[in-house]
């Protein structure tokens, strides 16, 4: 049974070029959430995609944008980096429940390191 | 205030010994918590979850929920240097939609 996959492993760019950073989710999940983890701190929420729809949004420019396909496979964009944009990007799928469930079991990916010179 | 908080670390104990990880929520609306571990320059891995109150135990791992008290922590029995990491704690703040607030992690050494 294959995990999450993250694509590319680590990438460099300069400020104010374009980046797109790809996740598979685990089979049988439906659900993609994309998190930021800057050196030292915690994974921070960056916006969440089902049924190819973005569902919920953390304090992140409108810089990130994403994208879901059929497949349950997603993409994280950046415009314009900044050097703050440097962390690791963590892509983390799990299967939505009915409303009824407070279970939201998050499993990653191996993340992508992303350095913006 | 941030949402999830833990206490700062780093911790160090021997092999052998219990190592405890707490972290405090304040939301009193979350209902499931989650203690993730991270290797250096790994991405996270779930050890645990839990949402009753009381004690979860999964092997040499148990995990403890005081929503009166809006605690929770992890205690790792039997350290070994393997356990050696970044533990995460994170809380859910009554989302069913899956997104978690996590502490920024308390960093565990375990010596020989």
């Known amino acids: 049974d294959a995990g999450v996959t993250q694509s590319p492993t680590h990438l460099i760019k300069t400020r104010g070029q374009q980046v797109t950073l790809r996740c598979s989710p685990k089979s049988g999940h439906d659900t993609v959430s994309w998190y930021q983890q800057a050196l030292g701190q915690g994974p921070q929420f960056i916006f969440q995609y089902y049924e190819e729809e973005e569902r919920q949004r953390g304090n992140f420019p409108d810089r990130f944008s994403g994208h879901q396909f059929p497949n349950y496979s997603s993409e994280l964009n950046v415009n314009a980096l900044l050097l703050g944009d440097s962390a690791l990007y963590l892509c983390a799928s799990s299967q939505t429940l009915g409303t009824h469930s407070s279970y939201n079991e998050q499993f990653f990916g191996p993340g992508t390191r992303l350095t913006v010179l | 205030q941030k949402e999830v908080e833990q206490n700062s670390g780093p911790l160090s104990v021997p092999e052998g010994a219990i190592a405890s990880l707490n972290c405090t929520y304040s939301?009193?609306?979350?209902?499931?918590f989650f203690w993730y571990r991270q290797y250096s320059g790994k991405s996270p891995e779930l050890i645990m979850f839990i949402y009753s109150n009381g004690d979860k135990e999964d092997g040499r791992f148990t995990a403890q929920l005081n929503k009166a008290s809006q605690y929770v922590s992890l205690l790792i029995r039997d350290s070994q240097p393997s356990d050696s990491a970044t533990y995460l704690c994170a809380g859910d703040r009554g989302s069913t939609l899956g997104r978690l607030y996590f502490g920024r992690g308390t960093q565990l050494t375990v010596w020989p």
């Open positions: 939301d009193r609306g979350s209902q499931s």
